[in-house]
C-alpha cells in the first residue's frame, strides 16, 4: 500500500472526485478467509489513501449487490459479524502487538478500536477507545463508496516515520464472508498482526499537533432506599481530560468521575467455591489496559484487575461503590520498542463501612524483543492514606513486583507467557511468591500447550484477582484439527485437556483435577457444535454449599467427590436476523446429579431494533442432608437505535439464587462528537417474599440519573 502526500482541499462526500484520488495507487487483490479460504474470484475491492500533515484519507470502493447490503443497526460500534462493512488495521509502531482499528459501512457508520496482544483473539480488542474522524458513504449501482478523514493526532506513531503495518478486511453478509487483503494461515484469526501488510508515506511524517481534550460532565441524580428509608437528590459534577504528548504518549485525568452511565453487571448463577471475575466497563480503565491487565495468569492470578479500584466491601461483607476522588494516567510508546503504563487513583474513606482511603498506583515498563515478543516489569502499590481506628495493621499497605515476558513468534506458531510476581504485606510474607509458565504451538492441524503455575499461600495483590492461594497448577493440551474439503464442515477437532491442583502446604494433596475431552466442529455457514466430557475430582478443604443458597447444610470439609459430566453446545449462524444458541449438560455433581439448560435467543429488526433473552436453569439435586436447588436467570435485553445519535437500551434480570430482580434503561443522545446526554434508569428488587407459591417482588431501591458530558479539544 503506497500513501500520496496531498496539497489538495478534500470533500468528504463519498464521491472521490478530487484529481488527487486519481493519481492514488489503489490497493486491491482481496481474498477470502472465511469460508472458502484463498478464493479470489468473487472478492472485488480497492482502498486508495492519501495525506498531509494533519489528516489520513481514506477512498475505499467495494463492488457488491446493494439490495443485499444489510446494517445491524445505527449504532457506532456495531458488531462486524452482523452488517456489510469494512474495516482498516492500522499498526502504526510495526510491533505486531498493538494497532488502531478504524471501519464502517455503507452508511457511513463508525467503529474504532484498539487491538492489543498480537490480535491473537476477539477478546483483544477494546471497543471503548472513541476518536472524533469523518466518514461518508454513497450506494451506487453496483457497488458503494466510503470515504474517511482521520486526525493522525489520533493515531499514536513515531515522528519521521515512512512505513506502517498494514491490512484490511471486508465482511460480506450475502455470501456469509470475511474477506482481507493480505491473508493470514486458515488456522489464524485474519485480523492476527502477525500478517499485516506494508503502507508506505510518500513522505516522512511529520510532529501532528499536541492533543488536548477536556471532557467535563454534570450529573443529577434522584434515589430512593426503601430498604432503609432513605431518599434524596444529588447533583455532582467533574472532568476528565486528555492531553496526547509526542504523537505517542497519552495522559487521562480526573476528577471526581461517575460511570452513571455505564451498564450495569450482568448477574450470574455461580455453582463453584471461587469469586466471580466480571468485566471491567469503565471507560477510564479500559482505553490501552493491556499494559496493566494482561500480567500473570488472567484465570488464577492477576495482579492487576482495575475493578478493585471504586469498589469495596462494607461491615457486612458486601460490595459496594467507594469513591474515587481523582486520578491520573500515562500510557504509550517512547520510542518504537519501548512502553509504558503509568496508573494512580485516590479513593476516599468511608467510616460508616470501615472502609480506609487508599491510595493506588502502578507502573508497567513494557520492552519489545525479537520480532513480536515483550519483556515487562511492574510494580504496584496500595497504601492507607489517613489514620483509622478500624483499619487492620495488615490491610495499611499491599506492595506487588513482578517480571512477564510473553512470546510471540513472527508466524504466530508459538505462544508463551512466562512470569514471575512477590507480594510485600505488613505480615505474612513468608511464602508470597506466584509463578508460571505457558508455552503453546499451533499449526493448521496440531497444537499442543504446556504450562504450570504455583501461587504461595502469603501471596497477595489487593488490587489483583487471586482466585485461590497455596495451590500448583499444571494444565497441559493438545489438539488436532481436521480441514476436510467438499464439505459443509470448515473443520472438526478433538482436544485433551487435564488439569490437575496440588496443595504444596497440604504435603501436595490433590485439591482437584478435571481431565476435559472436546470435539468442536465449524461449518461454513458459521454455526458451531461442541460435545465435551469432564471428568472431575474434588477435596473440600472447608465447608461448600453448591447451590449458592443462604439457606441449607453444606458439604462437609475434608470430604472428596469423583463425578463426570457431558456437555453440548451449539450456536446458529450469527449473520441472520434470528440467532440462537442452545447449551445443555448432564451429569454426576459432587455426591449428587446437576441437570443444566443454558439458551439465547435474539432477533434483529434491522436496523432499529435488536433483542435478545439469556435463559439459564440448573437443576442441583443432592442426596438429603445437603442442599438442593431449582436456579433461575431470567435476562432479556433490548436496544433501539432511532439514529445514528439516539439510543435506547435496556436490560432486565432475574436470579432466583441472588434473590434478586433488576432494570436498567440507558438513554443516549450523541449531541455533539464525543459528547453525550444520558437519561439513566435502575431498579432492583427484593424477591424472597412468596404467597402460596407465587412470586411477589419488593422494591429495594430505584434511581434515576440525567448526565451530560461535553468533549472539548483546543
Known amino acids: 500500500m503506497f500513501v500520496k502526500y496531498t496539497d489538495e482541499k478534500i470533500i468528504i462526500d463519498g464521491l472521490l472526485n478530487e484529481s488527487d484520488w486519481e493519481k492514488t495507487i489503489p490497493a486491491s487483490g482481496f481474498f477470502e478467509h472465511f469460508p472458502n479460504h484463498g478464493n479470489d474470484k468473487k472478492n472485488k475491492a480497492t482502498i486508495r489513501v492519501m495525506n498531509n500533515d494533519e489528516f489520513l484519507y481514506i477512498g475505499i470502493k467495494i463492488f457488491v449487490n446493494p439490495s443485499r447490503l444489510k446494517n445491524d443497526s445505527f449504532r457506532r460500534d456495531f458488531q462486524a459479524g452482523n452488517s456489510d ?22 452508511l457511513g457508520i463508525q467503529r474504532d478500536m484498539l487491538l492489543s496482544n498480537g490480535g491473537g483473539g476477539l477478546r483483544d480488542f477494546d471497543m471503548t477507545w472513541d476518536i472524533n474522524w469523518e466518514s461518508e458513504s454513497k450506494i451506487y449501482e453496483d457497488y458503494y463508496i466510503t470515504e474517511w478523514k482521520i486526525p493522525l493526532s489520533s493515531l499514536k506513531y513515531k515522528e519521521g516515520e515512512i512505513k506502517w503495518g498494514f491490512n484490511s478486511y471486508i465482511r460480506n453478509t450475502e455470501n456469509n464472508s470475511w474477506i482481507v487483503w493480505n491473508l493470514a494461515p486458515e488456522n489464524e484469526m485474519f485480523f492476527n498482526l502477525a500478517f499485516t501488510g506494508d503502507m508506505y508515506f510518500e513522505k516522512p511524517l511529520v510532529k501532528s499537533k499536541s492533543k488536548k481534550s477536556i471532557i467535563p460532565y454534570i450529573n443529577t441524580i434522584s434515589y430512593k432506599d426503601f430498604d432503609d428509608k432513605s431518599s434524596g437528590n444529588n447533583f455532582e459534577f467533574g472532568s476528565d481530560a486528555k492531553l496526547i ?28 467455591r471461587f469469586e466471580i471475575s466480571l468485566p471491567e466497563k469503565r471507560q477510564f480503565f479500559i482505553e490501552n489496559s493491556d499494559i496493566f491487565s494482561k500480567l500473570g495468569n488472567g484465570r488464577e492470578a492477576r495482579p492487576f484487575f482495575s475493578r478493585r479500584i471504586g469498589i469495596a466491601k462494607d461491615i457486612n461483607g458486601n460490595n459496594i461503590q467507594n469513591k474515587i476522588i481523582a486520578g491520573l494516567r500515562l500510557t504509550g510508546k517512547i520510542n518504537n520498542n519501548l512502553r509504558i503504563g503509568v496508573l494512580n487513583m485516590q479513593t476516599s474513606s468511608d467510616s460508616n463501612n470501615e472502609i480506609s482511603a487508599y491510595n493506588n498506583s502502578m507502573i508497567s515498563i513494557q520492552q519489545k524483543f525479537f520480532a513480536r515478543s515483550n519483556f515487562s516489569v511492574f510494580f504496584i502499590n496500595r ?16 506492595r506487588v513486583i513482578g517480571l512477564d515476558y510473553d512470546l510471540r513468534s513472527n508466524d504466530s506458531k508459538w505462544d508463551g507467557k512466562y512470569y514471575f510476581h512477590k507480594s510485600f504485606s505488613p505480615e505474612n510474607n513468608e511464602d508470597n511468591d506466584s509463578y508460571g509458565f505457558s508455552t503453546t504451538y499451533e499449526s493448521r492441524n496440531i497444537s499442543f500447550r504446556l504450562a504450570g503455575l504455583y501461587i504461595g499461600e502469603d501471596f497477595r495483590s489487593d488490587l489483583g484477582y487471586i482466585k485461590r492461594n497455596d495451590i500448583s497448577k499444571f494444565y497441559p493440551e493438545i489438539r488436532y484439527t481436521f480441514w476436510p474439503k467438499e464439505s459443509n464442515l470448515i473443520n472438526h477437532s478433538f482436544e485433551l485437556t487435564p488439569v490437575y491442583i496440588f496443595k504444596p502446604n497440604s504435603n501436595y494433596k490433590v485439591s482437584d483435577y478435571y481431565i476435559i475431552s472436546k470435539w468442536d466442529a465449524e461449518f461454513r455457514n458459521s454455526s458451531r457444535i461442541n460435545l465435551s466430557m469432564w471428568n472431575r475430582y474434588t477435596y473440600l478443604f472447608d465447608n461448600f454449599n453448591p447451590t449458592g443458597t443462604s439457606d441449607g447444610i453444606p458439604l462437609p470439609a475434608n470430604s472428596e467427590y469423583y463425578y463426570t459430566s457431558f456437555d453440548l453446545s451449539y450456536s446458529s449462524n450469527y449473520s ?20 443444566s439448560l443454558d439458551i439465547e435467543l435474539s432477533l434483529r429488526i434491522r436496523p432499529q ?21 431449582k436456579l433461575f436467570l431470567f435476562s432479556p435485553r433490548m436496544e433501539f437505535t432511532f439514529s445514528k445519535k439516539l439510543y435506547l437500551a435496556s436490560l432486565i434480570q432475574y436470579s432466583n439464587q441472588s434473590r434478586n430482580l433488576s432494570l436498567n434503561a440507558r438513554l443516549q443522545w450523541r449531541f455533539a462528537p464525543l459528547s453525550d446526554l444520558f437519561l439513566v434508569y435502575n431498579d432492583n428488587y427484593f424477591t424472597e417474599e412468596r404467597y402460596h407459591s407465587i412470586f411477589i417482588p419488593r422494591v429495594k431501591n430505584r434511581s434515576i440519573n440525567f448526565k451530560i458530558t461535553y468533549w472539548l479539544d483546543y
Not at 248 to 255: G, R
Not at 609 to 625: A, G, K
Open 85 to 106: 462493512n469494512v474495516t482498516l488495521i492500522f499498526d502504526t509502531f510495526n510491533d505486531g502487538n498493538n494497532a488502531f482499528v478504524i471501519g464502517s459501512n455503507h
Open 245 to 272: 504528548f509526542d504523537n505517542s504518549l497519552t495522559l487521562d485525568m480526573t476528577v471526581n468521575p461517575d460511570f452513571s452511565q455505564v451498564e450495569v453487571d450482568e448477574q450470574i448463577t455461580n455453582l463453584t
Open 576 to 595: 441472520k436476523d434470528f440467532t440462537f444458541k442452545i447449551n445443555p449438560s448432564y451429569g454426576k455433581f459432587y455426591n449428587g446429579f446437576k441437570k
Open 609 to 629: 431494533f435488536t433483542s435478545s433473552i439469556e435463559i439459564e436453569y440448573d437443576n442441583v439435586s443432592l442426596p438429603e442432608p445437603f442442599s438442593s436447588a
Open 383 to 398: 497504601d492507607a492514606t489517613g489514620n483509622s481506628d478500624f483499619l487492620n495493621e495488615n490491610d495499611k499497605f499491599n
